[in-house]
Every structure is written in structure tokens, then in C-alpha cells.
């Protein structure tokens, strides 16, 4: 937590001096001890320290100062600094005028002047005071704090952002919270600047996603003119690649366009990782890996998204949408698959706006009290579904087919069958959504008797399949008709005889591009789970020692 400040504000120099100078030598460790010269000069003071999420734990004002005096700015200090003690140095003539403070401003104390011995008079009062204030205050001043509309897809994308990236934030809603609307008022933010992000150094308007990550000091741009291996994508695939290459000495670097982590980071419980039996979270395993890949060295560039790959003779390069590129002797595709998107008419607009693809933890805590539909009936909708069925009052899961158990796990099938506030709706089908603004509605159709229903809700979570991330290789490599990058003896296969340009045969995890290989879910007829898309990375990086040795 950032030193909490305390403010004194008094226009006589040698009063405000001698106040400093008591309260620095009791309090100096544990608080910033700021001092204000006039009311105007205090309140500038308080309105900066709001912006910047600074706790303010104590204001302790003279009342007697010209142009405003100490109760008048108390009074309109309450607005910056909402959970501060207030404190009024007086007069004994100023008695009367600080009592009535108290009923009128919420004033906590007067002191009447002077306060000699300090260890009599002043500190067992203002020790009170802080100790109060510290019990009532809670620890999340260093949080980011982003300020939005609820429904809006911006907000959504920050918010995901920064749980993906595992960067605490408090989320405040322009139309519910008080305090959105103050520092939003403090900020002197438009309509068009949401959603804010305020961070200790400053306040970003309607930043995306790149620029969110420069001000917090995550990656952004690679340190290197040329690397050994650039990954494209930071799941278990690439990050597996990364750890490998990197503690084998290959100069590596690993380019994310959102956070690491993949689809397993919005894994609730991976329960089937070989050597965590009581199972772990996708927040947890991208957490131990990206510690890991650090400590061995590769660079991470986050927030940035690769859009063409080119060959440059010997040299591949990656370019990235917002312009540049980043050249290495070898590549690796790892950029996994992405959930399809569901056909009924009215969704597309509410994408993000209560309807989703795929759920992060943050989303299902949001979703407090509230009905929630789930769309699919694999694993993923399966672990969704139990993850949501914490938070909300009730979840309904939408299946095509008329079981779960041909699609799902049975440990995962036992476990929703066992929890009262799941309903799975077999043989049913989302044909329709509608909402102003925002998802309200969504309309299920009986795959059977065509039965439809109209239900209420505010949350739609969609996992019905995945297709691979592939466009931006565009015709640098093969890929199948649905996408999948082709890779080692199925380049050779009949059908494809022009696709391998090498005399030698190609590596078993490399593409028609000699030197470009692919691990994970966006492989051809790769297993989609975890441990296999680690399993192909850590096997990519032997053959790219294989390739590197041959150039
Ligand atoms: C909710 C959920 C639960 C799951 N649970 C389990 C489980 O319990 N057990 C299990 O074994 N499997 C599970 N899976 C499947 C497993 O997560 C995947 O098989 C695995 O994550 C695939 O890893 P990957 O690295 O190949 O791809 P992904 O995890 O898809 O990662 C690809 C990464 O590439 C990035 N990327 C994509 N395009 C670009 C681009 N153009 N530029 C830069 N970066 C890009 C993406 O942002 C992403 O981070 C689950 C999946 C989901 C969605």
C-alpha cells in the first residue's frame, strides 16, 4: 500500500512549520506528511492525491485563514477525500464555530491551540484518529481503478486485459458508484473518454489495450534486431517453446496480442495436468509459467498482434498490425483456436455486451445473484458452467445434443448433475438475442417440437467449438480447409506434392515454410488439451536446434 498522507494546511509559515516538523517525527515512517499554505492550496493538493488513488488518512486545517477558512475547506475537502479524518486546529474563541463543524461537515476533532507538549496533547489524539481511519480503510490504494459502463465491450477488453495479465484493479460503474462519477468529475472526462483507467501515474482515456500495457511497464517492444526463434502466441504451446528455447541458450522471444496464458488462462481447473492431482487453475499454470520463462530469458512482448508472416531469405519476420516487424532465424505458430461464433440474429452487436466467447474468472464473479446461460456441452462449456454456478443464482446450460456424456467428461458431468443451481436443457438451441444497449434477452428454441421461449437474462457465455487462429499466415504456409496449419509427413502426403520445397524431408512439427514450425491447437490434428500443446512446444524447440544447425 502507498504511504497514506496526511495534510495540514495553515497560512502562518512558523505554525505550519512547527506542525510538520511534530507530526514528521511521529508519523514520518508510516505517512507522507504534505503541508498546504492556504485552503485553495489544500484542496489543489487533495484533488491530485485522488487521481492518483493516494490515500489521504488525515486533514488537520487552522481555522482562522483569509480568503477560506478551515471549515469551509473541510467542507468541500470531503468531495477528494471521502474517508479522511478531519481535523480543526483553533482558538478557544473558535470553540463554538468547530463544535457546530461537527454536526455540519462530519468534522472527527478540534484541538485548541498550541498543543505543547505535543506527546500530551497531540499525538494520543491524532494516534485515535488513524488508528480509526486504518480499521475502516481498506488496502486497494495501489489498484488500478477503471472507471466504464458496465455493458460497454471497451471496458470488457480492459478488464479482461488486466485479469489475464494478472494485474489487481478495482472495477467502477459510471452508473452505480459515487465514487466512479467523482474521480470521472476529477479527471474532467467526456462521455467519449470511458472507460478511464487510472493508474498511480496518471489517467489513460479510452486506452487500448497496447497503450494500458506501456503505462504499466509490461513489454510492449522487442529489445533485439534478430532472434534465434520468435514464438507467435503466449498459451501452453508457446510458452512450453519458450522455456525450452531459452534455457537451451536460443535467444528467444515470445509476441502475445493479449495476455499469456491462452485459452488454458481461462481455465477455472485443469484437473488433468499431469503432476497437480488435486488439479490447478489456467491463472495459476500461466502464472508459474511466465516466472519460469522469465528467469530463464526470453522476452515476452505483450499487447501486440502479429498480422503476416514473410520469409527474408534465411530470416523470418513477423509484422505486427501497428506497423514494425521483428525478424528471427526460426518461428513457431502457436496461436491455438479461437471459440466459433454462435449464428443468431441479434447477437452480434450484444458480443461483449453481455454475450461472450469464453469466461474469465472476473466475469463470473460479476455475474453475483444473476441467471446465467451457457451455450455448449464440451469441457470447456463444462468447467465454465461449474465456475459460474458459484457467483450466480442460477445457470442454464444450452445442449444441442441429448446428453452431455458423449461430449464432456464424466467427473465434470457428475459434478454439474450435483449441483442444485445448474439446469441443462437438452435438445436446445439460442436462436435469438435482443437488448438495448446490452444483451436482456435471448430466445431458446426444443430442437424437437420447435418450441420457442423468450428468457430473461443479462449474460450469455458461448463455447460451441473452436476454429484455428491462423489468417494472418495468409499463403506463407499450408494450412487445411478449416485453417489448421499443416506440419511434417502430412506436407508429403498425396494431394500435396508441391507443398515441401527442401530436398530433405520436413521435421515432424514443420510447416511448408523450411525453419516455421507450429505447436498446439492450431496444428493439424493436434489433441487440443494442455499437456499436449506443451508437449509440442517443448518437441518444436528440438527441431529448431535441428533446423539452426543446418544454416
Ligand atoms: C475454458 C477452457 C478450459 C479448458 N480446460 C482444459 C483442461 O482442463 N484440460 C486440458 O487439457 N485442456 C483444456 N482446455 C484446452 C486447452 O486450454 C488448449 O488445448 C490449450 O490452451 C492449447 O494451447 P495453445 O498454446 O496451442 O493455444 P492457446 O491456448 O489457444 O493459445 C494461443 C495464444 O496465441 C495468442 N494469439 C493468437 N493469435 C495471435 C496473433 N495473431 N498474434 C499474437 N498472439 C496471438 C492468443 O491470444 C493465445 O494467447 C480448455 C480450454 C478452454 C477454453
Redesign the pocket.
Known amino acids: 500500500m502507498a504511504k497514506p498522507t496526511i495534510l495540514t494546511v495553515d497560512d502562518d509559515p512558523m505554525v505550519s512549520q512547527a506542525v510538520v516538523r511534530d507530526l514528521r517525527t511521529r508519523y514520518g515512517a508510516d505517512y507522507r506528511i504534505v503541508r498546504a499554505g492556504s485552503g485553495a492550496e489544500g484542496l489543489a493538493v487533495l484533488a491530485e492525491l485522488a487521481l492518483r488513488g493516494r490515500p489521504v488518512a488525515l486533514v488537520a486545517s487552522d481555522q482562522r485563514m483569509p480568503e477560506m477558512t478551515g471549515t469551509e475547506m473541510l467542507e468541500q475537502a470531503r468531495a477528494h477525500a471521502p474517508d479522511a479524518k478531519f481535523l480543526l486546529l483553533t482558538a478557544y474563541a473558535d470553540t463554538d464555530v468547530a463544535i457546530r463543524a461537527i454536526n455540519e461537515i462530519g468534522l472527527d476533532y478540534y484541538l485548541l491551540k498550541p498543543w505543547d507538549p505535543p506527546e500530551e496533547k497531540l499525538y494520543p489524539v491524532i494516534d485515535d484518529l488513524l488508528g480509526d481511519w486504518h480499521r475502516a480503510h481498506p488496502d486497494t490504494s495501489d489498484h488500478i481503478r477503471v472507471i466504464g459502463h458496465r455493458w460497454s465491450d471497451r471496458s470488457h477488453e480492459i478488464k479482461t486485459f488486466l485479469a489475464r495479465n494478472h494485474v489487481p484493479y478495482v472495477w467502477l460503474d459510471i452508473e452505480k458508484e459515487g465514487e466512479a462519477q467523482r474521480l470521472a468529475e476529477l479527471a474532467g472526462a467526456q462521455p467519449d473518454d470511458l472507460p478511464l483507467v487510472i493508474t498511480a501515474d496518471g489517467v489513460l482515456r479510452s486506452p487500448s489495450t497496447l497503450n494500458v500495457a506501456a503505462a504499466l511497464g509490461l513489454r510492449t517492444r522487442a529489445e533485439q534486431p534478430l532472434y534465434d526463434l520468435c514464438i ?9 517453446a519458450a522455456v525450452y528455447a531459452a534455457s537451451e541458450g536460443l535467444s528467444t522471444v515470445v ?19 499431469l503432476g497437480f492431482p488435486k ?1 490447478l487453475s ?1 491463472a495459476d499454470l500461466t502464472q508459474r509459467a511466465v516466472a519460469q520463462v522469465s528467469r530463464f530469458g526470453a522476452e515476452m512482448v505483450l499487447a ?4 503476416g508472416l514473410e520469409a527474408r531469405g534465411p530470416v523470418r519476420a ?1 509484422l505486427f ?1 501497428d506497423g514494425g516487424d521483428l525478424e528471427a532465424r526460426a518461428v513457431v505458430i ?6 466459433r461464433r454462435l449464428e443468431a440474429p441479434g447477437l452480434e452487436p450484444l458480443t461483449g455486451r453481455g454475450a461472450y466467447y ?2 474469465t474468472a472476473s466475469e463470473a464473479s460479476q455475474c453475483e445473484g444473476d441467471d446465467v446461460y451457457v451455450v455448449g456441452a464440451a ?3 463444462g ?2 458452467t461449474l465456475n459460474l454456478a458459484r457467483f450466480a443464482r442460477r445457470v442454464v446450460m444450452v445442449v444441442r445434443g441429448g446428453s452431455l456424456d458423449e461430449s464432456m ?1 464424466a467427473y465434470l458431468v457428475e459434478r454439474i448433475n450435483e449441483t442444485p443451481n445448474i439446469e441443462v436443457r437438452l435438445r436446445s438451441e439460442v436462436v435469438a438475442a435482443r437488448g438495448e444497449g446490452h444483451l436482456e434477452h435471448v430466445t431458446l428454441s426444443d430442437r424437437d417440437t420447435g418450441e420457442r421461449e423468450e428468457v430473461a437474462t443479462s449474460w450469455l457465455f458461448v ?1 460451441i467449438g ?1 476454429s484455428p ?4 499466415v495468409g499463403d506463407a504456409v499450408l494450412r487445411d480447409g478449416k485453417g489448421f496449419v499443416i506440419t511434417g509427413q502430412d506436407l508429403l502426403l498425396a494431394g500435396q506434392p508441391a507443398a515441401w520445397p527442401m530436398t530433405r524431408p520436413p521435421y515432424t512439427l514443420e510447416t511448408s515454410l523450411p525453419g516455421v514450425f507450429a ?5 493439424l490434428d ?9 508437449g ?2 517443448a518437441m518444436a524447440v528440438s527441431f529448431v536446434h535441428q533446423y539452426l544447425a543446418t544454416m
Open positions: 507467435v502466441g503466449g498459451g501452453p504451446a508457446g510458452l512450453a509476441v502475445e496480442r493479449q495476455a499469456p496464458g491462452g485459452q488454458a488462462g481461462q481455465s477455472a481447473a485443469i484437473e488433468n495436468y488439479g489456467g501486440r498482434d502479429v498480422v513477423v498490425a502457436a496461436t491455438g483456436v479461437s471459440y469464453g469466461a469441457n470447456s462449456a468447467q465454465a467428461s463455447f473452436a487462429r491462423t489468417d494472418w505447436a498446439g491447437d492450431v496444428r493436434s489433441m487440443k488439451r494442455v499437456a499436449s500443446a506443451v509440442e512446444g
